[in-house]
Every structure is written in structure tokens, then in C-alpha cells.
Nanobody
Framework: QVQLVESGGGLVQTGDSLRLSCAEA?????????WAWFRQAPGKDREFVAS??????NAHYADSIQGRLSISATASTVYLQLNSLIPEDTAVYYC????????????????WGQGTQVTVSS
């Protein structure tokens, strides 16, 4: 099973920024895949955040947080830039990849990372 690895999370203050990264440990590429980020807060369901094609094209964002984040990608790495962070952004952030076209349903993704914790204090 392919294992993705996220990095870049941490404890920050309201208004700060973070850049999360995700890649397969051996440097495997994902040509033709869709990359995505999901997040899960305590007591909440896993929530779609953003997705993008392996080529870096066709970025999509969840309506609830659009405007404060940006996703970018290559065939080997996906990034999530988080800006103007607020406490409601506190969650474990997961990266994922799937063959073919995008979906916002986490069950449609083939490969996952272990998650990286983002905590935003007031």
C-alpha cells in the first residue's frame, strides 16, 4: 500500500500562516492523479478542503474556507498554503491521492497520509 507523508503542521496564533506539504516517502510520482487535502477536527467528520490535478491545474476549494488557502502540486508533491488562520481551522490535516478525476468524497481516494496536526490559538 502506498503511504503518503504530510509535514508542516504545528501550533500557531490567530492570523498566522502555515504551508503543509505531502509526498510519498520514496519519491514516487502520481502522473494522472488527483491530489486532495482533507481535515478532521475533534468530534467532527472528515471534511474536504481542496483538490488539484497532478499537473497543478484545476484547483478546487471548499466554499467554507475559500479565500484563505491555496493548493498547488506537482506529480510528486502537493502543498496547502493556509493564511489568516483562525481557531476554527484547528484539525488534523490529511493528504490523499486518487486515480483520475476529482471528488470531494474521502471514500473515493486510494492513498492517504497519516495526518499532520494544525492547532490555532486565539
Amino acid at each position: 500500500q502506498v503511504q503518503l507523508v504530510e509535514s508542516g503542521g504545528g501550533l500557531v496564533q490567530t492570523g498566522d500562516s502555515l504551508r503543509l506539504s505531502c509526498a510519498e516517502a520514496s519519491g514516487q510520482t502520481f502522473y494522472g492523479y488527483t491530489w486532495a487535502w482533507f481535515r478532521q477536527a475533534p468530534g467532527k467528520d472528515r471534511e474536504f478542503v481542496a483538490s488539484i490535478l497532478w499537473s497543478g491545474d484545476n484547483a478546487h476549494y471548499a466554499d467554507s474556507i475559500q479565500g484563505r488557502l491555496s493548493i498547488s502540486a506537482t506529480a510528486s508533491t502537493v502543498y496547502l498554503q493556509l493564511n489568516s488562520l483562525i481557531p476554527e481551522d484547528t484539525a488534523v490535516y490529511y493528504c490523499a491521492a486518487k486515480r483520475g478525476r476529482r471528488t470531494t468524497d474521502y471514500s473515493g481516494f486510494d492513498f492517504w497520509g497519516q495526518g499532520t496536526q494544525v492547532t490555532v490559538s486565539s
